[in-house]
């Protein structure tokens, strides 16, 4: 929703600041101290014709997806999802089959991710149908990773190729939990997001929760193959695609000139970690392979099927 | 739903038990354990056209609903609560201001109770109003009050007058948290629940739950006024109201004969604690004011404007 960020940021400004709240709205997870390490809390709801469509997603794809975009953004800090809640609106007419199909797909991630169901609510309406899920989870031994802490000169990577999600993609995200936490025994990672609004909409975050700018290198910029076959049917290119398409769900994160040498020269099994530019004082550029630099505006995701 | 129940009882059968996990689906928030005392988890959405309309509730009412019913199933464990996430599905038409003033609502209840809001998701779509709260907070030192522990001999308690609360109390829960701390340092509680299905059928989960039956006796019930202002509507007698409506959010619970014998001597401020019945080895009856035994079968609340 356009009116969304404005939205937050307002909310952001009622709150009071308690002791024990680390992290406050505007980050991927809430933080909020524990005894060892700190709580992460994060909730996402994904809705009917919008995140998805009957005629297209099977229960078990709805549920799949509602539990891993959670996952990402307990990810995106660099933490350990331990356990969620599920709250489902349905309509009577979808019956209790549809519900049970539902749940083993929410079931199937979470066990994938050793994260324990522990409760939720369920509720029925005439209407679209609404699945929202909450993840608890540990910060790692590192200390949660923000959107903040980007720094001048970092250098900025992502996880995978973008763009296209739309094609299929979008609805089965692969939350990369296990390689945030190799990446933080790698690099000290000053700041990271996972993209659901658009790699450049996203790391857009970053820049204003960091106040510093960025250069991005297009011909680096890893463009998946359906941001390819989006191009065909949009006239748009497939940069395009790659830096304006959403819920790719990768990670995108940026670290010290030292530590991205160190991340490039090491290669991570099945992963293709992607340096596409660096952090600069301010304003926000991509540099085309003639060396000019054209302005970044992020159009963002509009999560509208 | 009618069909909630069954999927609540399926779901629990799907779900592997995990050492963290003290107290799963089923009760009214999740337990998971922690350093000095465990965490409580609980969620409750609610959504245009079932538990409030646009045209005869204000934002901030929505809100504050939305915050309390949550708080109230706190309260139903004996716990503190802590901290909150909100989520709201919203139609674009409703504006920024709506948006604000909901917030407004969730946020005054939430100041009232030391509840810090930490997080949430907004998002938007063509179709009728959902607002989510999760709600985290701490057992008591008592530990958590689950709605099993009612034993055969226990008398049953309700913490205020019931029915008639679409008159317009349920839109304005009176969460009893305060009164489940002061409640603990007087008796050692069994078994407790909050009135949100209506008192007989919130009792069944207790029975259900504690595999005991009780005996109700119609003349202890207290019946609220507006359940004599329903009954001239509907025809229906205030006691049925008093019985099957919902969303009183009065805790009902069990405790000892001889802390209820205490618990009786003991007037609190600005509560009327009423002992209604007992739990007996098996069946569920209403006892009229002729001594005659009659079933209980309980309606349930539909939860349907």
């Not at 709150?15 to 700190?38: T, Y």
């Not at 599920?86 to 749940?103: A, D, I, M």
């Not at 199937?108 to 699945?131: H, P, R, Y």
């Not at 609805?171 to 690099?187: F, G, V, Y």
């Amino acid at each position: 929703m356009p009116q969304e960020f404005d939205y937050i940021r307002w909310v952001r400004t009622q709150l009071s600041e308690s002791p024990e709240v680390l992290i406050g709205p505007g980050d991927d997870c809430a933080l909020v101290s524990g005894s060892n390490s700190g709580w992460l809390f994060t909730t996402d709801t994904i809705t009917e014709g919008v995140d998805f469509l009957l005629n297209s997603a099977t229960p078990e794809a709805i549920g799949r997806k509602a539990m891993a975009v959670n996952l990402s953004d307990i990810a995106a800090m660099g933490g350990i999802p331990k356990f969620a809640l599920v709250s489902v609106v349905t309509r009577l007419e979808l019956g209790t089959e549809f519900l049970q199909r539902l749940f083993a797909g929410l079931h199937s991630v979470a066990k994938e991710f050793q994260v324990s169901i522990v409760g939720g609510d369920t509720n029925s309406w005439n209407q679209g149908l609404v699945v929202s899920v909450v993840l608890i989870g540990h910060e790692s031994k590192q200390g949660a990773i923000r959107r903040r802490g980007a720094k001048v000169g970092d250098r900025i990577f992502v996880t995978g190729p973008c763009g296209g999600s739309l094609l299929g993609r979008h609805l089965e995200p692969k939350p990369r939990i296990d390689l945030a936490i190799r990446l933080q025994e790698l690099a000290r990672i000053h700041a990271m997001i996972d993209i659901s609004d658009g790699l450049a909409a996203d790391l857009q975050h970053i820049l204003e929760e960091s106040q510093v700018g960025a250069e991005l290198i297009a011909e680096k910029i890893p463009i998946h193959e359906d941001a390819f076959v989006r191009a065909a049917q949009t006239g748009r290119t497939p940069l395009d695609h790659a830096l304006n398409d959403g819920e790719d769900f990768e990670l995108l994160f940026s670290v010290s000139q030292n530590d991205s040498d160190r991340l490039l020269e090491q290669p991570l099994e099945g992963i293709t970690l992607c340096m596409i530019g660096q952090i600069i004082p301010e304003g926000y550029f991509i540099r085309d392979e003639q060396g000019e630099q054209h302005p970044v505006t992020p159009r963002g995701w509009q999560h509208q099927l």
